[in-house]
């Protein structure tokens, strides 16, 4: 499989996906209840 | 005198940044890209110029505008430094935008500048290791472009846009 950062592309992909997975994490598990 | 104290770390850790981060695009998204072109120019001028010249200035300003971008996020948290980065509730976005933050500077210090300086001669090193090294900076300095887009995304969001996102 290639690596995605051998590509702007697929860099910035990965760095939006990274986005949304830590900004999940955040609401459901840091932040949940508050 | 506080509040004037706290304006001035939070404008030079956005100058600081700005120069870091726009030197990590320029490396990304132009010198690499344009070293690659003039490698596979035929007859070009080719890339000495631009790993002669350009490269250790923009290396120079790059590396010590990532320390000073970390040091004055660090004294612009000052007491809520370690709440950041324990994720405290209260300070858990930018915990996370700073632990990226200082992932990225590992990465330059650590990574990005000593291979550099074997891929631009500064230091002696074999071919083999020029290339290994060439390798490591650049996976290096992707990591820190892809890693950029979520620690802007928190950094800017933490703790000034709660309304508007709830974080």
Known sequence: ?34 | MEFQIAAIFRWLHVVAGITWIGLLYYFNLVQAPALAAAAGDQGGPGGAGITKYVAPRALLWFRWSALVTWLAGAALLGPNFKAAFTFDPAFAAIGIGAWLGTIMLFNVWVLIWPNQKKILGLVSATDEEKGRARRVAFLASRTNTMLSIPMIFFMVNGLTHKALIGL
């Not at chain 1, 950062?5 to 697929?10: A, K, M, N, T």
């Not at chain 1, 990965?14 to 508050?34: C, D, E, M, Q, W």
């Open chain 1, 1 to 34: 499989m290639k690596n995605p950062l051998d590509s702007i592309l697929g860099t910035v992909i990965s760095g939006l996906v990274l986005t949304l997975v830590l900004y999940v994490f955040l609401k459901n598990f840091i932040l949940a209840g508050i």
